[in-house]
């Protein structure tokens, strides 16, 4: 019914295979980085907000090993859209004032060169390496993220010990996917990746970049991710219209961000006739804040009923004010309602496309599943996913 989850153990397994065979020899270096479902909070890391996040059982691993020269070589098994599973990346310049790459190569690999660049302290070595996921690229389920993050910890990896704060290497990562990936997303993904905790969700405070661990580990209760598989051609053109339309709001608003603003302002946009997509975009953002901060407190008293209300309260403005989602999304949300026993509905992540989240209660999950293949005219796949542990290194698993 619900996809597998492979272990980590095993992708590594995969992946130092595919390392014999494309460079015939043993890699000495695994790290993995996870994906990420969001819960709650969606379209409010880049307005200062709350958003609240858990890491997934599916990652991305990296295999690898140092070598001499100035060009690294590295090797993925899922390509996305691109057709070339080899890139070679010319390391930068120790001397040079900017650390720069240059750009081209296939798609997967600008988040690899991107984080290189924007890699923290030393300059690293060259190097070869396996990228192998079980994350669904495209999916909404942050794909890049993962690579990037464990692109940044495999780097670690090989330059050594370093204090550099978690919160600085998902900054380089979200600059890495900004600059070499073109996408201005917020820091969410980036930040869960690396600091994802088993059987928790994380509140992260995305104006100061602190977080809160909240537990999310109750048996009768399941997180199921239900992915649409479509993805509409809008999802790289409005996400950029949607953050100027928030700057554009705050500033109507005289805010730094919408994180300060209150539905208060939203009815002064209105009284000046403001655009009226401008004032659906600030409502959405402003509710969504509020819904964020509510759903922690409802999470920390285990008050799922409540959760799951604000999840279907997420999904509605989404869909309402902040058009993001599609009549997939929305298909999918409707389906797992119908269940007596779903606690709560929502799209996941930017959009347009891509999986939803929902909130079930364990004894009716088949149950959602089959509803859901029943009612929806695509062909969805399902994820049973608990929270996870964020990126790290796992080297001695190459020794078994
Ligand atoms: C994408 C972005 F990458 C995140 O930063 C976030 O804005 C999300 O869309 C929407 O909540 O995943």
Redesign the pocket.
Known sequence: MAEEIVPISVLVQEARDVFRNEFQEEPDIAVFAPGRV?LI??????NDGF?MPMALPLVTVIVGKKIEGDESIIFTTNTGVDTSQRATIEMPNKNALIRAITPGGPKWSMYVKGVIANYIGDIPPAFKAVVHSSVPTGG?L?S??SIEVATYIFLDELTGPNSIMPTDKALAC?KA?HDYAG?P??????FISLMGKKNHALLIDCRNLTSSLIPLSDSNIVVLITNSNVKHELTGSE?PTRRKQCQQAALIMKKVSLRDATLEDVNYLKSINADEDIVKRARHVITEIQRTSEAAQALKQMNFRRFGQLMVESHQSLRDDYD?SCPELDALVEAALEVEGVLGSRM????FGGCTVSLVYAHVIDKVIGNIKKKYKGSPTFYICTPSDGAGKINELLQK
């Open positions: 969001n909070g969606e379209h409010t890391d880049y958003v909404g942050s890049s993220a979200q996917e996408m997303c917020g820091i969410m993904d980036q996400y993001v996941t992540g930017g959009g």
